[in-house]
């Protein structure tokens, strides 16, 4: 007896050594609502948000879906269990809740590596997580760990406001007392809004700020430039310009675009301002949107965002 437990305790003790351990408390990438306890040997990325290995080699992609990304999984997963080209969904318990993940061996470029992706429901989001781990480093990133991973995901209702403004590439000093600030992608483009996720952003003013990489070449492009681009935002309908023009906006060239539109699954009547602010390698982009009934009170709070929009650094 005293040698099966000296045993016993010799195997567990392996286990211990040999299995990567988890960090103490679970992480969130700047500006993303799912988190996890990556793997000692994971740090945040440098080039994308998640988390990497020093070599970057062992990637951990961690990010947002739309709500019905999960649903659609969960529903897929319940009408063919077995799975798709032999690569079987599982199930997987969070402190987020129920999740679904597939592990499979595929290729990266001529290098073998095991691919990991995870889906679960954060309520107005599905929260995702994609893992890539080379051949080589199996041994350590074993299937095991990166499930032990998984299961450490947890979701938070909303990032606070200074974080999701500290990685915009420009400072925003006047939010216009809009009830909700949500980046679309962190780092890439802002949404200030009274309404939410929930009950959808077009039936109440919002503004969506952005940069774009993409100038035009001659300043005598900038007015047929401002007119496409304001005709081409998303969820935007039957859109008809009503005002176009050269303006200045904090000393530096710029275009002002209105157009009367519909937006919405309520197929709400809007009118919407686009600004374009010109000069550096990237081109400001900000859109305010309200229903027209309420666009008398919406401009001024959207003209004040503007103005308070300031290079960072």
Do not use: H
């Not at 649903?71 to 402190?95: C, D, H, L, R, Y």
């Amino acid at each position: 007896m005293k040698c099966l437990r000296f045993l016993t305790a010799v195997t567990l003790l392996a286990a211990a050594v040999w299995r990567p351990a988890l960090a103490a408390d679970a992480t969130f990438p700047p500006g993303v609502r799912v988190g996890l306890a990556p793997l000692v040997g994971l740090s945040r990325a440098k080039s994308f948000t998640g988390f990497e290995s020093e070599d970057q080699s062992v990637k951990v992609l961690v990010t947002e879906l739309p709500p019905d990304a999960y649903s659609e999984v969960s529903a897929a997963f319940k009408a063919n269990p077995a799975g798709v080209g032999g690569v079987k969904p599982e199930k997987i318990e969070t402190p987020a809740g129920t999740a679904f993940y597939t592990a499979e061996t595929a290729k990266d470029g001529a290098n073998t590596v095991r691919r990991y992706s995870m889906i679960l429901s954060g309520g107005t989001f599905s929260g995702y997580v994609a893992v890539q781990v080379p051949d080589n480093a199996t041994k350590i990133y074993s299937d095991d760990a990166v499930r032990q991973m998984f299961a450490s995901t947890v979701t938070r209702k909303v990032v606070p406001v200074e974080e999701q403004l500290g990685l915009m590439p420009f400072n925003v000093t006047e939010l216009s007392s809009f009830k909700n600030v949500r980046t679309l992608a962190p780092g890439a483009a802002l949404v200030l809004a009274d309404g939410d996720e929930t009950t959808g952003f077009e039936p109440a003013p919002f503004m969506v700020i952005g940069v774009l990489g993409v100038t035009p070449p001659q300043p005598d492009d900038r007015g047929r430039f401002a007119q496409q681009s304001a005709t081409t935002i998303p969820g935007v309908r039957d859109a008809r310009i009503t005002m176009s023009e050269p303006i200045r906006i904090d000393g530096m060239p710029g275009y002002e675009t209105r157009i009367d539109a519909t937006s919405g699954k309520d197929n709400t009547s809007v009118t919407v301002v686009q600004w374009l602010r010109f000069g550096g390698p990237n081109m400001l982009r900000i859109i305010g949107s309200a229903p027209r009934d309420q666009w008398p009170t919406a401009f001024p709070r959207f003209r004040a965002v503007r103005d308070g929009i300031q290079p960072r650094g």
